[in-house]
């Protein structure tokens, strides 16, 4: 199903709750990454992307449809298998506090800008502080960093606590987008 893992760096990325649903402060995640910093990218000026949706039921294609019109093409099946660049969601149960979601990345061997494949988990132990729709907010901001985006402050989904209510991606988060496979058009 997935390619042989070729890369040897991993990025991990996660999304804590709204501190208002959490009861608290909670610290952020990678808090000196801005969005202007890509994460990193996918092979190819264009590159489709299969989104594996292993989640039986989270709203993964409603928040793939963001990313409609960008140069990184986000496609949402149940089966990747015959697709290059992978990325699967799947649930896991995680009782390591206040974590809803993960995205990492496995990068190529010979570029460790490019993604070799990617992951994002659904901390279902978490379900009952969110709604369908603040999952889908957080998967938008995982497919955010699938995309390529790092995080950012608060006028972006891709804010590591205030993403759900941003709720969507941004016109600004669509331009990070472009300009991340612009810079692979210009290399
Ligand atoms: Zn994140």
């Avoid at 995640?29 to 969005?35: E, I, K, Q, W």
């Avoid at 279902?124 to 955010?144: C, F, K, M, N």
């Amino acid at each position: 199903m997935l390619r042989t893992l070729a890369g040897v760096a991993l990025v991990v990325a996660g999304v804590l709750l709204p501190t208002s649903a959490a009861g608290g402060d909670l610290p952020q995640l990678d808090a000196g990454v801005t969005r202007e910093e890509s994460l990193g990218r996918w092979p190819g000026v264009a590159p489709l992307v299969c989104v594996q949706d292993e989640t039986a039921g989270f709203p993964v294609r409603e928040a793939a449809a963001d990313f409609r019109d960008l140069p990184v093409r986000l496609v949402v099946k149940d089966d990747c298998t015959h697709h290059g660049n992978v990325v699967r969601v799947v649930t896991r149960m995680a009782e390591d506090c206040c974590y809803s979601a993960w995205f990492k990345g496995e990068r190529m061997e010979h570029d460790p800008e490019l993604f070799a494949s990617a992951t994002i988990w659904l901390n279902v132990d978490q379900a009952y502080r969110h709604t369908p729709e603040s999952w889908a907010a957080a998967i938008r901001h995982e497919l955010g960093h699938a995309a390529g985006l790092g995080h950012g402050d608060g006028t972006t989904v891709m804010h590591p606590t205030g993403y759900t209510e941003v709720g969507h991606l941004t016109e600004g988060d669509r331009q990070a987008i472009a300009d991340i496979y612009e810079r692979s058009r210009a290399e």
